[in-house]
């Protein structure tokens, strides 16, 4: 199934491919591939490690995949997002990171937007991710992209957004 890149109004996410994914975990850019000085950082490396598994095993996770998350101004990757699996009984899990360098501008939240609207074009009902005690900016990245804490396990901090209600946010386009 064809998978379009999907675009917000600063980012473009790049739906990737395996051979893309060995390069980014290789950290062995080719030509035309353009990458922010510090990407990818150790998280993208071990996302893409996860999505590689999973497509050994389970064949093109795509749409439910993993994506290259590219700054439109300047055409730098800067970092990536994903579904961490399949969708199971109408929910999916995400997980996302960006290079040093890209933090703070608000391009997770705004990614993650985009995600959730690709899960909702789906028919999916739920949404989650989570991220550990110490990571308050994640935490407000998720929340700001409509999720809401459903629970602690030790120390990492539980997340979910339902998809059919009206307090989501909407993607700007």
Not at 51 to 64: E, I, M, N, S, V
Not at 95 to 111: D, M
Not at 114 to 123: F, I, Q, S, T
Request: hydrophobic share 40%; net charge negative; no cysteine.
């Amino acid at each position: 199934m064809p998978v379009t890149e999907l675009r917000t109004p600063r980012l473009r996410l790049h739906p990737i491919d395996a051979a893309e994914g060995e390069r980014i975990v290789g950290r062995r850019p080719e030509a035309g591939d353009t990458w922010a000085e510090d990407f990818p950082f150790d998280g993208d490396v071990h996302g893409v490690r996860a999505f590689l598994g999973a497509t050994a095993a389970h064949g093109d996770q795509r749409p439910f995949g993993h994506y290259r998350i590219t700054r439109a101004a300047d055409g730098l990757a800067v970092g990536g997002i994903g579904f961490k699996g399949q969708p199971d009984d109408g929910r999916v899990e995400v997980g996302y990171g960006l290079s040093p360098s890209a933090r703070g501008h608000g391009y997770a939240a705004e990614a993650l937007t985009a995600l959730l609207d690709v899960a909702a074009g789906h028919g999916l009902s739920r949404v989650a991710a989570d991220t550990t005690a110490d990571n308050v900016a994640s935490q407000r990245t998720l929340e700001r992209a409509g999720f809401r804490r459903v629970g602690v396990d030790g120390d990492l901090h539980r997340y979910e957004v339902l998809l059919d209600t009206p307090a989501r946010p909407a993607r700007a386009r």
